[in-house]
């Protein structure tokens, strides 16, 4: 964030018609805002684009989810015909909104509204390997960060990540263990509804993931540890997603100078897992593109208002990856999911929107849209105790 | 509320594209305007109609408030030339603002969105008697009743609360207390931002008020009680606001059958002190006006966003007059001042937006606006799991 900018906007704020500090959490989302485009008051972020990013998931199979995996491909349908909740959220705030096929695992017929990235049919089961591949982790990286640029370059001053992934609370929490050191049943929720019966079987699909993985056993705020731990597949031996450590290989302008290396906190033991390797192991492709949708967002300038858990498990890969993403990141809301406000406070953002939702798709983001432009919107518009002949107490 | 109507809204809820609730507080709101409108789906609450109440305070010689009196015309200035943060955040949702003079300290000159009322020069202070009279407290309701009568003809479809008057967190304190039974160690707050030591004068302030006007000693949950705790004047001599037992002479519709004699709970011993005393005493003219915009906006069917502390207190008044004003109301956010939770609690309203604000003049309503619009907009475009071909969990 740029020093000035943040200055300068805290100055502005405490010059307005209205007592200091009397916008509370606002204030500090536009001044953050500020820092992040280095200009105070900083743009209006209108209009939004939404980007629903849409996979399925191997860790199906156990049963983690009462919902058939079809629905990703029904709710996709849902979406381009404009009949899903974020559809009516995004009419609501006057976003565009479009779907983004990373990994759904059925063959989608084109459509106005969706952009085909498809990266797999479906990830592979995190409960016995890695999920994904080195190369799918950066395919799907990619396409998240091309979605960001075309939507910029189509106009969009502010995105909005969405998701649609039966099973990806699994992952979600699995990342967020990962990324945070916390315990799996910690993090771990019921996502859509899931009886206790489910929700107990998937907290050990998680331990398990973790586990075979070589992501268990982390102590909380340092990364994940290497051989320590052990990472064995299901046969007990070790697996790998292959080398990522080479980093990303795309021009993100300032942002890639820190990707390759970073890792969070310091290792305890034995080596730090790359943050892409953590994404492989564990993420989803959705998980992926919107942690590049996140990245690319921020290397554009852009404020990114982040939906729920499952955008929070990968703002905190994009986070692990280049720190300073975090500036242009706006927490829409917070889920009713344990596992989003574990990766909230660890990414150090407080959420605008707090209504028990668990829906993704966006709709938490879309809500929060009108809060972030209500506050920047302050600092353009709202005259000085100067300009407007109002005595100040403070002066 | 209409039985019929809220049974259709939550099954309509619960056959649309999303799992069962995981739209959380939103999904009770559509359902709740539903019940009010006794139609489902409710009626889309837009556009949008923005009052500002102002009026001035007695209780501004104590020092409970570093601002100076004149801030309030100055505000209201600042209202009409567009400059303060309720005209960006109206803007923002496209909603109007009428700013109404019910009491302001001066006379105002005539101007665009000024709608003159005035009732009083300010009130009477409310720590040595009763702030109004029984006379100013009727003409100051009426008026928040015309004004909402002239918003809904011209269009609006939604009422939000708004108000301006330096030193009216500590009437709204004194209206909690009386209200709710809460000590006012509890509920008065810093209101725009005062030190240590004024807090400590404006609890004691907020105390004397109830003693000297027969509030005080009021168990929580039951109404105020008269002769047992005395009712004196700084004189030691008992006072009255006059009597306000005949009830409000306008016609409410459904709601006038309430009004006269309603009191909430059941007295403990000696008389119950009627509302309209209670406003009558420690209320400020924006309170028995807002009062009156809200018994009016629900009279007339329409959705009322509630602001923040100063409508909370207004429509606890409005609540024990009518109570079915509540099913009509939305709390649009929830203040950094404690008697604000006091006030939502009492009413049974969960707030929408927390974000720390403490600003008044309808900002918090406004930034709701949106998150209302939102919950009623997923009853009339989205799509059930049958017309979209989703497979449902639970079919």
Known sequence: ADPAALAAARAHQDSLTKPRGALGVLEEV?????????????????????????????????GVTPWPQEVTVQMVGNFLAGGAVANAFAAQVGASVTVVDVGVAADLPPAPGLTVSKVAYGTADL???????????????????????????????CLVTGDMGIANTTASAALICAFTGKDAAAVTGRGTGVDDETLARKIEVVR??????????RREGLPATGPANGREGADGQPVS???????????????????????EGTPEDGRAVPPL??????????????????????????????????????????????????????????SAEPGHAAALDHLGLRPLVELELRLGEGTGGLLAHPLVCAA??????????????????EA
């Not at 409960?127 to 640029?149: D, N």
């Open 30 to 62: 536009a001044v953050r805002l500020a820092g992040a485009a280095a200009v105070s008051p900083p743009p209006l972020p209108t209009p939004a684009a939404l980007a629903i990013f849409a996979a399925d998931h191997g860790v199906h199979a156990r």
């Open 127 to 157: 409960s016995v390997g890695p999920a994904m591949t080195a190369e799918q982790v950066v395919a799907a990286l990619e396409a998240g960060i091309a979605v960001a640029r075309e939507l910029v370059d189509q106009g969009a001053r």
């Open 208 to 217: 398990q993931a973790l586990r075979v993985n070589g992501l268990a056993g």
């Open 241 to 263: 997603a292959g080398d990522l450590s080479g980093g990303l290989p795309v021009g993100m302008g300032d942002l890639s100078g820190g990707l390759p290396e970073r890792v």
């Open 277 to 334: 390797e953590v994404l492989a192991a564990v993420g989803g492709l959705e998980h992926a593109a919107i942690a590049g949708f996140v990245l690319g967002g921020a290397a554009l300038g852009v404020p990114v208002i982040l939906d729920g858990v499952i955008a929070g498990a990968a703002a905190l890969a994009a986070a692990a990856l280049a720190p300073a993403v975090v500036d242009h990141c706006v927490a829409g809301h917070r």
């Open 376 to 393: 920047v919107r302050v600092m353009h518009e709202v005259a000085t105790f100067d300009s407007a002949g109002v005595t100040d107490k």
